[in-house]
């Protein structure tokens, strides 16, 4: 293959060298196109464009294949476990059990939070929506730790295990003193006893009196779930967080602003729009067969089908879809909306409209029905994405942290503004 691409510009030719990554991705690196030739590239939401080289995670949407540090998401949600999967992300390699084990202690230790803490949220008026107050607290949270939150990346990266390790575990704390707060509860203290997700179960729905027991393996669907969602290569809110990071700020102040970015409904926010999509299905009294068709005749729009980078079955979608089954087996429900999202999927796969468009599940088709059947409110789903996305941010501004010649980014604009005019004094207007 040829190891030069050339870019032909008028008269001129301008030679830049081509980039292959393990996987076979290739890309042509044009850093020095603008100051070769005064062009630059213009690529609207950056679908075609490398924003920088990543050793984390590797998707091919085209194949529908997920992996991080070379293992498949299906390897991993079979034998492995959201704990594990943060270490991966963030270490690169599989832990060791001595090393997993003093981690897991980390993280045990540290679900509590400063007494302190409380009180900002009583700054916040009634009906606060969650990913506020969790971006508000995560940044907040760099305060009581500033040794570690310094701005200086030498003293940063010094200290980045214990922050890493306070971020994973205080997020699921603040999270569910967030809801709490909201619906005027008092706040329930984790136990060191209880795995990672049965203790964000137990701080969620815990009584003083009356404490939240796990007996159908709820804990185990949500440690699935945050599984799924732990990293999914340059998205919105992870290419937010390695931005901010490149200028130099701090891990807390990172990954509170790839929550904010994890707000919007076009990213974090697609599963409660499925759960929504299919409320106003089952409410209209349709079982999915006239949704189906409004949806052939661009008169509906089917959430949680299609994706910005797979063009086949998302994998994540065929996991959770399985996990579902299995938790609304053993709590005893039958969900009207899993009937329907059922029906959905099965024209998807098997109706040339869907097929021929490329319009299959992804992770959001399930993943709220999911949250729905262990009882987390609608409102709280972009949350249980963010807790899950946590240790991927965390990964990615590490990788930023650690380059030796990192750049700040500054992306390029093309301006189709006014162009030069003079100024009239108002008196004269």
């Given at each position: 293959?040829e190891?030069?691409?050339?870019?032909?510009?008028?008269?001129?030719?301008?030679e830049?060298?081509?980039?292959?990554?393990?996987?076979?991705?290739?890309?042509?690196?044009?850093?020095?196109?603008?100051?070769?030739?005064?062009?630059?590239?213009?690529?609207?939401?950056?679908?075609?464009?490398?924003?920088?080289?990543?050793?984390?995670?590797?998707?091919?949407?085209e194949?529908g294949?997920?992996?991080?540090?070379?293992?498949?998401?299906?390897?991993?949600?079979?034998?492995?476990?959201?704990?594990?999967?943060?270490?991966?992300?963030?270490?690169?390699?599989?832990?060791?059990?001595?090393?997993f084990?003093?981690?897991?202690?980390?993280?045990?230790?540290?679900?509590?939070v400063?007494?302190?803490?409380k009180?900002?949220?009583?700054?916040?008026?009634?009906?606060?929506?969650?990913?506020?107050?969790l971006?508000?607290?995560?940044?907040?949270?760099?305060?009581?730790y500033p040794e570690?939150?310094?701005n200086n990346?030498?003293?940063?990266?010094e200290?980045?295990?214990?922050?890493?390790?306070?971020?994973?575990?205080?997020?699921?704390?603040?999270?569910?003193?967030?809801?709490?707060n909201?619906?005027?509860?008092?706040?329930?203290?984790p136990r060191?006893?209880?795995?990672?997700?049965?203790n964000?179960?137990?701080?969620?729905?815990?009584?003083?009196?009356?404490?939240?027991?796990?007996?159908?393996?709820?804990?185990?669907?949500l440690?699935?779930?945050?599984?799924?969602?732990?990293?999914?290569?340059?998205?919105?809110s992870?290419?937010?967080?390695?931005?901010?990071?490149?200028?130099?700020?701090?891990?807390?102040?990172?990954?509170?602003?790839?929550?904010s970015?994890?707000?919007?409904?076009?990213?974090?926010?697609?599963n409660?729009?499925?759960?929504?999509?299919?409320?106003?299905?089952?409410?209209?009294?349709?079982?999915?067969?006239?949704?189906?068709?409004?949806?052939?005749?661009?008169?509906?729009?089917?959430?949680?089908?299609?994706?910005?980078?797979?063009?086949?079955?998302?994998?994540?979608?065929?996991?959770?879809?399985?996990?579902?089954?299995?938790?609304?087996?053993s709590?005893g429900?039958?969900?009207?909306l899993?009937?329907?999202?059922?029906?959905?999927e099965?024209?998807?796969l098997?109706?040339?409209?869907?097929?021929?468009?490329?319009?299959y599940?992804n992770?959001?088709?399930?993943?709220?029905?999911?949250?729905?059947?262990?009882?987390?409110?609608?409102?709280m789903?972009?949350?249980?994405?963010?807790?899950?996305?946590?240790?991927?941010?965390?990964?990615?501004?590490?990788?930023i942290?650690?380059?030796?010649k990192?750049?700040?980014?500054?992306?390029?604009?093309?301006?189709?503004?006014?162009?030069?005019?003079?100024?009239?004094?108002?008196?004269?207007?």
């Amino acid at each position: 293959m040829e190891k030069t691409a050339t870019i032909q510009i008028g008269d001129r030719s301008y030679e830049y060298p081509v980039i292959v990554g393990t996987e076979n991705e290739k890309a042509i690196d044009i850093r020095k196109l603008r100051s070769d030739s005064g062009y630059i590239s213009y690529d609207d939401g950056y679908a075609n464009t490398g924003s920088c080289t990543s050793d984390i995670t590797y998707v091919d949407g085209e194949k529908g294949i997920l992996r991080h540090r070379g293992y498949s998401i299906e390897q991993l949600s079979e034998s492995s476990s959201f704990m594990e999967m943060v270490w991966l992300l963030i270490y690169g390699e599989l832990p060791r059990k001595a090393d997993f084990d003093e981690f897991r202690e980390k993280v045990r230790r540290g679900a509590h939070v400063h007494e302190d803490l409380k009180h900002h949220y009583l700054g916040f008026p009634p009906r606060s929506h969650p990913m506020a107050i969790l971006s508000s607290m995560l940044n907040a949270l760099g305060c009581y730790y500033p040794e570690m939150a310094t701005n200086n990346r030498e003293t940063d990266l010094e200290r980045f295990d214990e922050a890493a390790a306070v971020l994973v575990s205080k997020v699921r704390t603040l999270a569910a003193m967030a809801y709490r707060n909201d619906r005027g509860l008092p706040y329930i203290y984790p136990r060191k006893d209880l795995r990672y997700s049965e203790n964000f179960l137990h701080m969620m729905f815990s009584e003083p009196y009356n404490e939240f027991t796990d007996i159908h393996g709820l804990g185990h669907a949500l440690d699935l779930f945050f599984l799924l969602h732990a990293d999914h290569e340059q998205n919105c809110s992870t290419s937010t967080v390695r931005m901010v990071a490149s200028g130099g700020a701090n891990l807390f102040a990172s990954v509170s602003a790839g929550v904010s970015a994890l707000w919007g409904p076009l990213h974090g926010g697609a599963n409660t729009a499925v759960i929504q999509m299919l409320e106003e299905i089952r409410d209209s009294g349709d079982d999915g067969t006239r949704f189906i068709e409004m949806a052939k005749s661009g008169k509906s729009l089917m959430m949680g089908f299609g994706h910005r980078v797979y063009k086949n079955y998302d994998p994540r979608a065929k996991i959770l879809g399985n996990m579902t089954d299995k938790v609304l087996a053993s709590l005893g429900k039958k969900d009207p909306l899993l009937d329907i999202a059922r029906r959905l999927e099965e024209a998807a796969l098997n109706d040339d409209y869907f097929i021929s468009r490329k319009l299959y599940p992804n992770v959001d088709f399930y993943s709220g029905i999911i949250l729905k059947a262990i009882g987390i409110p609608m409102e709280m789903f972009t949350v249980m994405f963010a807790i899950g996305r946590m240790p991927g941010w965390i990964a990615n501004w590490k990788e930023i942290a650690e380059a030796p010649k990192g750049k700040i980014h500054r992306p390029r604009q093309i301006y189709m503004g006014k162009s030069e005019r003079d100024y009239i004094p108002i008196e004269n207007r």
